[in-house]
């Protein structure tokens, strides 16, 4: 079974201060690991992903992503907040021996993330 | 850029009623999903679809079917809508290849079974 932790429900960060989302893992292989974001009414929009490779993964609008094997984490940060991130955030996983093909991917409950002025 | 469309973003239904949600895809992506999103649930998967009249469980199937005719299109069936199928519903897709691509999701169609 394949699961994912966001441990908190809201951060809150100052614009231009550095920002930090959490997420934890539990897979029995391998995992593939994505986020997400939400702005308000509409759909989730893929920010970036890590497959392989360099632990320090790049996405959309200046985020990054650390994978960390030793702590089953793949935290989402930032290094300067704009009010315009304030979005719902989702950390997803799937287990790269996960049978039976399809994209069957097990999500977190989701942080929401408040930057303000 | 793709796009994936969902035919209604607020319906409103009685307890009893079969309700139809419609999804169409225009980028001829073999993969589809149904989530529904809950506050403190995160999005759980209710059925997916690998190919065109394929189709497989998630998480949460109960009282749900699926009919994926066409490739583009992917329905979503609640026989005998509850209230406690109100809800927040989305639809995905995704392209099947080399790498792990990421999922495409349209706005939502939001629920409420009264």
């Known amino acids: 079974a394949q699961s994912v932790a966001q441990p908190e429900d809201q951060v809150n960060v100052a614009e231009g201060n550095p920002l930090t989302v959490k997420c934890t893992y539990s897979v029995s292989g391998n995992p593939y690991l994505f986020w997400y974001v939400q702005y308000p009414n509409r759909g989730l929009q893929f920010l970036l992903k890590?497959?392989?490779?360099?632990?320090l993964v790049k996405g959309s609008y200046g985020f990054e992503a650390e994978f960390n094997k030793s702590q089953t984490s793949f935290h989402l940060k930032k290094p300067s907040a704009l009010v315009s991130d304030s979005a719902l955030y989702f950390c997803?996983?799937?287990?790269?021996?996960?049978?039976?093909?399809?994209?069957?991917?097990?999500f977190g409950t989701g942080t929401q993330l408040k930057v303000e002025l | 850029d793709v796009k994936v469309t969902q035919s209604s973003r607020y319906l409103v239904k009685r307890t009893g009623e079969k309700v139809f949600l419609e999804c169409v895809q225009d980028?001829?992506?073999?993969?589809m999903f149904w989530y529904r999103q809950d506050p403190g649930l995160g999005l759980r998967l209710i059925y997916f679809?690998?190919?065109?009249?394929?189709?497989e469980k998630g998480d949460i199937p109960e009282g749900y079917s699926v009919s994926r005719e066409k490739k583009e299109r992917f329905s979503l069936i609640l026989e005998s809508a509850s209230t406690n199928q109100t809800s927040m519903y989305l639809c995905?897709?995704?392209?099947?290849?080399?790498?792990?691509?990421?999922?495409?999701f349209g706005n939502g169609t939001r629920l409420t079974v009264t």
């Open positions: 980028m001829d992506h073999e993969n």
């Open positions: 997803a996983v799937r287990d790269r021996r996960a049978a039976g093909g399809g994209n069957k991917l097990t």
């Open positions: 890590y497959i392989t490779g360099d632990n």
């Open positions: 995905a897709s995704r392209r099947v290849g080399s790498g792990e691509s990421p999922l495409h």
């Open positions: 679809s690998y190919d065109v009249k394929m189709k």
